[in-house]
Every structure is written in C-alpha cells, then in structure tokens.
C-alpha cells in the first residue's frame, strides 16, 4: 500500500469523526445548550470514566421532543470495543446504551467512532431549568486495533434519528470534551543520547507494555530519525548518513528499516515477527548506525511507534539524541561499512524495572555498553524491511510543524485484523 501525502491547514485538521457527525439545521438555537464534563481519562481494560451531560432550557416555554445524542470519537474505535451506560440525575440507576458503529469508508468497516441516542427517546427540560444525566463508559477487548488516541464526548441534540441510528441535523451543538486513553506505555532503553557518528551499530531496545493483560493489537510501527531543524527531513536521512536496524528473534539476523516519517511500502516494523514476549509486555532489539557526515541540531530525536504529526497518538515515543562525531568514521555506510560476522546471539536483556519508564521522563546514562550486536555481531544484513501485515485502513493528512516550519507528512491509519 502506498501512502498518499494530503495538504491540510493546521487549524482545519480535524479528527475523522468530523466528517460523519449531522449538520446544523436551519436557524441557530440560542435559547438552549449542551455541556460535557467531569471526565478525566479511561484506561483500556480498566475501569468505567464517569462525567456528566446537562441539558440548559433558557427559554420561557418547556423544552421537549429532541434526542441527545452523543458522539464518541476517535480513529478507531468500534462498538466491540467501548461500552457505555447512563443515568437520570445523581440518583437515576445506571442503564446501558445502545450504540451504533460510524463508517467514513475505511477498513474494515466501522471503527472511526461510534454514536448513541441516550436515552433512546425525546428528552424534555422545563423553562429556565437544566436537567443532567450522568454517563460513563469503557473500553473493552476486542479484535481490533488500539485504540491509542484520545476519546471526544461530543454532545448534540437532534429533532430525529436516521435509519441507522444516526442524527441527520442537529439543533444545538456542545462542545466535545476530551477523555485522555492510557495504559500504553513505550520506552526506549539502551541508548546514550549522545550517539558515536561512527559508522557502527549501537544496539537499543524498545518495550511496548500495556495494563490489564490488554492486547493492542499492534500489529506495525516504524522509526523516526529527525536529525533536527536544521538538518532534518521527514524522509528521514540520506542512507550514506544513518541506518535503522531491527532484529528477527528467530535466528539473530538483522533487517533494515525505514526512518522516514509517514512510512512507505516495505519500510514497517513488522512486530507480529520481530518482536516478543506476552501480548502486554513486547520487546524489540534494534540498532542504528550513524555515518561521518550524519550531523544533528538541537531538537534532534528518534522516534518509534506510530506517528501522528500534528495530532499525536500514545502509540509514540520520542528521545533526544546527539551525533557526536568520530575521526576515521566512513563517508557512506553502504559503501564502507564492513559486513557484520554471523552470530544469533541477540542484545542482552533489559531488567524489566528499566523498560516501565516512559522515555519522556528517562534520563539515559552518558555511556552504554554495547552488546554483542553493537560491535557488529549478527548474520548480514538483509534489506527487506516489512510486508506490512495489518495494515488495511485509509489514510488522513496532517500538516506538522517541526520546530517552527510546515512541512508535509503522510499520517497512518491502521487497524488489525
């Protein structure tokens, strides 16, 4: 699959769901409005987030026959796997809901969102009074990816109910309230911040944990080198400069990957085979190797996962790195660079309490000691990348700003399958 770069204006990017949620009917309503509130985050696998949904009937005459429908957004995100229930004032009981897929025509189908009437009926509200209806919900396992964005609660109030479900118009519009998802963590450990340009492989890895035993379904990721603003570019380094590396588990060889921002064809992790351990605790050993002329700027990094430009996801780690140059170092990795001699022996492990530490907050050591792949162990190279199993969704635009210029990237969107 081929990813095609779209243009967007920073200040128009907007989630997936935008597209599918109704259109405003004709004439504003400014006698009555929809707040959300009191939620905070919600962890995949874990608990019920609570908030609220208040209804405001600043007209003279009750307010009756409408819907209020809710919108729970983000990029993926089915009815397998969020569920929701309400309750009528701070005493009502807790009734589940009824909730109905979005689809914006990715695949597979559905998982871009999904949408409830909550009360399954017209509400009504007396003049000058308010009525709120407390909400909770959760996201449970399925077979699907993620989801690792953010959910939005957006709140509408609508006259009627398609076919399907779904508002086709609306009367008055809330504003959406972000739910903050955790329970992903993604470490990098290994790894100076100041990085020998010297033409060798220095090894790191990369964990990939989750709470509550809960399966991702991470099927690719990628790599990021930015070498900052001033030497940067979103295709990643030239491959005479740098050279990202991922190890098969299998027999101890090592395959080149992509470092470019969007990714391309072939250029995926493939985690689904080069990475291991339990569905909540995954391991990748990876090495990269910086040529003589590979230089970076201040907000140099290396990044893993996968990246979200402009609208960041939790599935993305980011740590700062430094190409600190070497005397003697090659000119071109692909022209000088001695091949590695053959060996299975892979990096040492991690300790498990190192790879628990977000990178955000990690402050690596100034020096490693390189294992047995860092000094060039392991059978040769062999430059064929990932066939990109699980990735079968569409793709969105995103315009991102790197320190303070635009450029152009192509954004991800994935689902397992």
């Known amino acids: 699959m081929r990813f095609r770069p779209v243009i967007l204006a920073a200040s128009l990017i907007a989630s ?8 405003q009917a ?57 569920t929701a229930e309400y309750a009528d004032g701070a005493s009502g009981a807790w009734k589940p809901v009824k909730l109905v897929d979005q689809d914006l025509g990715a695949k597979p189908a559905g998982h871009q969102g999904v949408a409830t009437d909550l009360t399954g009926a017209g509400i009504d509200v007396q003049p000058h009074a308010s009525r709120t209806f407390k909400l909770r919900f959760k996201l449970v396992q399925s077979t699907h990816e993620g989801p690792y964005s953010n959910v939005t609660v957006e709140p509408f109030l609508a006259p009627a109910l398609g076919a399907d479900g779904q508002a086709k118009d609306f009367t008055v519009r809330g504003p959406g309230w972000g739910v903050k998802t955790t329970g992903l963590t993604t470490a990098v450990t290994g790894l100076p911040k100041d990085v020998p340009a ?21 099927t690719t990721a990628a790599f990021f080198l930015w070498a900052g603003q001033k030497y940067g570019s979103m295709n990643g380094p030239a491959a005479c400069d740098a050279q990202m590396d991922v190890q098969d588990p299998k027999d101890g060889s090592w395959h080149k990957v992509g470092m470019q921002a969007g990714g391309a064809e072939g250029e995926l992790v493939d985690l689904t085979k080069w990475a291991t351990g339990p569905v909540d605790d995954r391991v990748l050993n990876a090495r990269v190797t910086l040529g003589k002329n590979f230089k970076t700027d201040t907000d140099a990094s ?53 790879v628990t530490t977000a990178v955000s907050a990690a402050k690596p050591a100034a020096t490693t000691t390189d294992t047995a792949a860092t000094t060039g162990g392991g059978a040769e190279l062999a430059d064929t990348g990932s066939d990109g199993a699980g990735l079968t969704a569409g793709i969105a635009g995103a315009l991102l700003a790197v320190g303070g210029a635009a450029v152009v990237l192509t954004r991800r969107r994935k689902h397992g399958n």
Do not use: R
């Not at 033409?199 to 035993?213: D, L, R």
């Open 198 to 218: 010297d033409g060798k492989p220095h090894a790191f890895q990369v964990s990939i944990k989750t709470a509550n035993g809960f399966d991702w379904h991470l």
């Open 302 to 354: 290396l990044g893993f996962g996968q990246f979200g430009g402009a609208d960041q996801t939790l599935f993305w780690v980011t740590q700062p790195i430094t190409a600190t140059p070497v005397d003697g170092a090659p000119e071109c990795l692909g022209q000088s660079t001695p091949a590695p001699a053959p060996t299975t022996a892979a990096p040492a492990a991690v300790p498990a309490a190192a």
């Open 26 to 82: 004709a004439g504003p309503d400014k006698e009555h409005s929809l707040t959300v509130g009191g939620f905070t985050s919600v962890e995949a696998g874990g608990g019920w987030s609570e908030g609220t949904v208040t209804v405001k009937n600043d007209a003279d005459a009750p307010y009756s026959g409408q819907h209020l429908v809710l919108y729970f957004g983000t990029e993926m995100l089915g009815t397998d796997q969020i």
């Open 16 to 23: 997936p769901l935008a597209l599918a949620l109704p259109a």
